[in-house]
């Protein structure tokens, strides 16, 4: 057969298939490609959970205050947010904003993240920008359970970790090698995944900051990075849980957060959080006291101290796992939680109670 022949049978067979195959692409929403292409970012910076920071206290090792959500109007953003139909790859850009130095959050300068993700194979990339180009940082596989959760801890000079989680999480718990006074973190949808895109900007020494672990909620309970639920519970707009296996239990309430490490109390020590907020001029603070008590606990009440209202009480109780306690507590601005005792009855029949120095 000669060059030429192959050639015009080539081209022929081609013509033939696009011909055929042609109808299968016309249900392609152009308006859903255009879309792909404009993001709405959501940022929080996780910052130090000691201290009254805009008349908010969180009484912890760890915490996060709302950053405010900063959504972008309908003109595209250009590099933020890509998608290929033809290779089912979803890109996206992950920055610390303009805001985020402020408050104990990521110094300003600190690198932006790309999280590139092949729908098709699953595999996930990670890169981090050093002097304006984007470099790899690392590669990895979307979880194989849709509540799970993975990330690549990137060169410790970076100053950056960078992952996917589950596209329901709205807030997460980090665990830190190393000593993390606060970080910043942002959240980035992937595409038509499950999944979403997070970096995070630990502050101090990044340079010694490696990601130990984390957990994520969807602001209903919470959930560890491999996609188990956790010991938790809600009341109202508090989320609480403990993590033993990750060795931290924490709160998150409209906006404010802390967490703390269990492996700093002693072990007979029962595990008490606060946060609080009071308003502008307010004598007043309202509390939200986290409390785990033992397995099997029933009947959790507690006694404010005085000048202090007690609100709610709502324990989530469990057999197996730890009972956690969240109390609501008004109280004075200088009374600590505003709670004298906690009592209880533990699962062999007993009373028990906390209190003095532990509350």
Known sequence: MSTDTFEDELRSLLRDTADAEGPAYVDVDPHAVVTSGRRVIRRRRLAAGVGITAATLVAGLVGFSALGDGSRGAEPVPGTST????????????????????G?????????ARVTVDRVSGRVEYFVER?????????????AGRQAATWSSTDRTDGVVVGIVPAAATDLFPVWVGDVPGATRTLEPLGSTSFQAFAIWPSGTPAEADLAGLDWTDGERVYSSRGLPLPSGRSGTAVAFVDRPLGQFGILDDGAAATKSLRDLPADQVPVLMTGRAGSGSA??????????????????????A????????????STDDTIVILRVTAPRDAGTGVRRVTWTAADGSAQSLEGSGL
């Open 131 to 143: 002097d304006g180009v984007f470099v790899p940082a690392g590669t990895d596989t979307m979880p």
């Open 83 to 102: 998608s290929s139909a033809t290779t089912g790859t979803v890109s996206v850009e992950l920055t610390t904003g303009a805001d985020a130095a402020a």
């Open 104 to 112: 104990g959050g990521a110094p300003a300068g600190s690198p932006a």
């Open 284 to 305: 007043l603070m309202h509390n939200t006291v986290l409390v785990v008590l033992p397995a099997g606990a029933q009947g959790a009440d507690a006694v404010p101290v």
């Open 307 to 318: 000048g202090a209202t007690l609100e709610s009480v709502n324990a989530a109780l469990s």
